[in-house]
Structure formats: C-alpha cells, structure tokens
C-alpha cells in the first residue's frame, strides 16, 4: 500500500457521529460568558514586560559570577531556576498577546512579542502562521504539524530524533531528559527548514508541511537572524565565560523549555486524531496546582483555549464549567501527573485515526485509554 493510500486509511476507523465542530461549541457557549471575558487584558502586557525584567536582571547579575567564591555559586541557582520560569512565562504571554487576548492591535504587539518569543528561538512570523492559522485550524488532524508522526511516515530524521525524544512506553528515561530541555529546539528547527529551505507541502520529515507567501519567508528569514544577533548579544555580554554562560544562558533555557513541553506534550499527544476540529476530542486540560495556573496564565486549560482562542484566559476556568454542564463526560480533563503517566505507558505513532502502535507496529493501544484517566 503506497503513503498516500496508508493516510487516507487513518480516517477510516472512527466514526464522525461522535465528533462536534468547534464552531458549535462556539455557538453554544458564546452567549452564556460575560462581554468582559473577550475584552483585551492589558495586565498581561505588564507580565510578560516584567518576566523580561527578571531575564535582564538574572544576566546583569551573572555578569559577576567569575568574581564569586565557588562556595556561593550554588545562591545563582534559585535565580537560574526563576529565569526559566520566566521563559515559560514568556512563551505562553507571547501566545495570548498572538491571539488578541493581551491587547487590541498596536504597533507595540509585534516588537514586545518578537522578543517574547526571542528566548524560544521562534521567529513571529513563524509562530503567527504555524500557530495560530495552521495547528487552530487544523488541530490534531493529518494537517496538523504539530501531531505525533503516522506510522505509516517514512522514518526520516526528523521522526527518529522524535522517537528517541518525547514521553512513550518505548523512551529512554536519559534520552528523555535530554528531550525535555532540546525538543522545542528540534520541533523548530525542523518547521523553519521546511519553510526557508523548500516552502513545499511534500516535505516529509516534518508530521505535516505547511506553506507560507514569499513575503512571510522572507520575513522569517529576517527574524531569524534578529534572534540569532539577541543571543549572541547575551553570550557577549556575559564574556563567553563558561561558567556564566551555564548558569546564566544555558540552565534557565533548558529549565524553560522543559517546562513548556511539559504543557505542549499533554496539549494532544495523548488524544485521537480527529478530520472534525472537535476540541473536547483531539485537545486535552490537565489539572495543575493553582500556583502553576496563576504563574503561567492558565495554560493548563488547554482546550479551553482551542474553543475561544482570543478569550481572556482568566475565564478559561468559566468555559471548563459550562463544557462540563453542557457536555458532561466529554472533555479530557486529567490530573498532570496522570497526562504524564498516559504519555508514558502508550506508543508515539498514530496507526489509524484512533490507534496507537511503536516505531516497530507491533503495539496496538486505542487512543481511548484517556478515558480511563477522566475521574482519576
């Protein structure tokens, strides 16, 4: 059976009665939240400037490291550990400035978000085009580039370096770790090579190829090279100094992007496949102490935000009440330690639409096993 064949199976094996569309869902919680939840925040603004801040402030003090006795060095940690934080938080108040939550637009939105996302290495344009108009619109779908590989793919680079990273019955605990801090990194890297290099919807080492204009590519490129001089500017100014650059650059980058794919990697590797963009399916929330919600804008309501992408997040809990008193049972809402356990005990490729199966195919573990996690 050729590639093309073998995708058009996936969608054969569920059935499309029991998918809703986004848009009805829209439809149908829309008029039940108050105006105010689609107004703009401005506070968030002041988040991210703030999280900056503290980014700017972990460098100007590591510029002294090399002054401080050894036994000290360890009092950087908690700043290190802060300044990844702060990544994480910039990413996700890059995210909702994108989608129009943070503020109406202003010649503002796109330097203070270029450099949000900066410490992501995501060039915006990037992030405008994959994010918010390709993966929204096609969540989890055979469009989507942001799905686990089909086992049917071809076992390009790009699909060996995911089966060596993410969380999977079949994962390295060590090759793991090194996944969590580098994955971002190589989800990236492999969606800006397939934009800049080949701008082509046949390149196959990516889950899914997408394509943007001439003028968008270009912009991308410029970017780039935007965020590449910001780094080298932070290496400079910590003097290329090892030990600076360990716990100043490198330690609060691997913390951070750690700490988003942590959220990315529960978002959808655990659902089905869906040719239906049903949120309540191909999307899951995790349950996260309150702390975490407050410090990263409630990003564990992560299906939530696929319904009303440009809501205010601080009423995200609000749409996770009405999803669960409109339609009851139908949301995956599972513990984050239980996401985690999920990810860990079912294979990473997609057999069919509602199957997965190893890098091998010899496994075969329905995708609903999140069901069983549902009232963990």
């Excluded at 079949?170 to 969590?180: A, R, S």
């Excluded at 030990?243 to 978002?267: D, Q, V």
């Amino acid at each position: 059976m050729n590639l093309a064949k073998s995708i058009n199976s996936v969608y054969e094996t569920a059935s499309e009665e029991t998918l809703i569309h986004h848009s009805v869902y829209v439809k149908k919680l829309r008029p039940l939240l108050p105006s105010d939840a689609f107004e703009p925040n401005s506070s968030k603004l002041g988040i991210l400037l703030i999280n900056i801040g503290i980014l700017l402030l972990g460098w100007g003090i590591a510029a002294n490291l090399d002054r401080w006795p050894v036994y000290l060095l360890g009092l950087y940690l908690p700043l290190a550990v802060i300044m990844g934080n702060s990544i994480i938080v910039l990413l996700f108040s890059s995210h909702d400035l994108m989608h129009g939550s943070v503020q109406k637009k202003s010649r503002l939105t796109y330097p203070i978000a270029f450099l949000g996302l900066s410490m992501l290495f995501m060039p915006l344009t990037q992030w405008k085009n994959l994010h918010n108009l390709v993966h929204h619109n096609n969540t989890n779908s055979l469009a989507d580039p942001d799905r686990n590989y089909l086992y049917q793919q071809p076992d390009t680079w790009g699909k060996w370096i995911q089966n060596l990273f993410v969380p999977s019955v079949e994962v390295n605990p060590l090759w793991l770790i090194v996944g969590m801090a580098g994955s971002w990194l190589v989800h990236n890297f492999r969606n800006l090579t397939s934009v800049l290099l080949f701008n082509d919807k046949s390149v196959d080492y990516v889950p899914a190829a997408f394509t943007v204009s001439p003028k968008d590519r270009l912009t991308i490129a410029f970017e780039c090279l935007g965020i590449l001089g910001i780094h080298a500017s932070i290496l400079f100014y910590l003097n290329f100094h090892p030990l600076k650059i360990a716990l100043a650059y490198f330690l609060p980058i691997a913390i951070g992007h750690a700490g988003a794919m942590f959220y990315i990697y529960t978002n959808h590797m655990g659902c089905r496949m869906t040719d239906i963009n049903d949120p309540l399916i191909n999307s899951m929330s995790v349950r996260v102490p309150k702390i975490f919600d407050l410090l990263h804008l409630n990003f564990s309501y992560h299906t939530e935000h696929h319904i009303f992408p440009s809501i205010n997040s601080d009423y995200y809990p609000i749409v996770q009440e009405l999803l669960q008193i409109h339609y009851p049972g139908r949301l995956n809402l599972i513990d984050a330690g239980q996401a985690w356990r999920l990810l860990m005990s079912t294979p990473r490729h997609y057999q069919d639409e509602a199957t997965f199966t190893d890098s091998s195919g010899t496994m075969s573990v329905n995708c609903s096993i999140a069901e069983e996690y549902k009232n963990g």
